[in-house]
C-alpha cells in the first residue's frame, strides 16, 4: 500500500530556513504530481507548491520556497528560505494523478496523503 512520510519540520526563527523531505514508498511516485500543502490552526489546508515535470507555486511563497524530486530516490523536497511566522502549519505531501494547478482545490487531492510535520516560526 502506497504511503507518504514528511520530515524535516521543527522550530526556527523568522529569517530562517527549513528543508522538509517528503519519501514515498509502495507505489511508483514517476508519474504523479507531488504537493506540499500546510494547514495553520483554525485554517483550512492550502496548497502551497507542486511539481510535476515543472515546479508550481502559490504566490505567497515565490521566491522563498523551492521544491525538488529524486524519483530515484522516492522524494521529494521543499527548501524553505525567509520563513515568517504566517508559514507557521503542519506540513503535509500528497501525490495525485492531476496537474500541479489543482492545489488550488485540496478537495481533488484523493491520492495518497503523508501525516505531515510540524513547522514553527517563531522568535
Known amino acids: 500500500q502506497g504511503r507518504l512520510v514528511e520530515s524535516g519540520g521543527g522550530l526556527v526563527q523568522p529569517g530562517g530556513s527549513l528543508r522538509l523531505s517528503c519519501v514515498a514508498s509502495?507505489?511508483?511516485?514517476?508519474?504523479?504530481?507531488i504537493a506540499w500543502f500546510r494547514q495553520a490552526p483554525g485554517k483550512e489546508r492550502e496548497g502551497v507548491s507542486c511539481?510535476?515535470?515543472?515546479?508550481y507555486y502559490v504566490d505567497s511563497v515565490k521566491g522563498r520556497f523551492t521544491i525538488s524530486r529524486d524519483d530515484r530516490e522516492k522524494s521529494v523536497y521543499l527548501q524553505m528560505t525567509d520563513l515568517k511566522p504566517e508559514d507557521t502549519a503542519v506540513y503535509y505531501c500528497?501525490?495525485?494523478?492531476?496537474?500541479?494547478?489543482?492545489?488550488?482545490?485540496?478537495?481533488?487531492?484523493?491520492?495518497?496523503w503523508g501525516q505531515g510535520t510540524q513547522v514553527t516560526v517563531s522568535s
Open positions: 500528497a501525490a495525485e494523478l492531476t496537474p500541479c494547478q489543482t492545489i488550488a482545490q485540496v478537495a481533488t487531492w484523493r491520492g495518497y
Open positions: 511539481i510535476s515535470r515543472d515546479p
Open positions: 509502495g507505489f511508483s511516485m514517476n508519474h504523479y504530481a
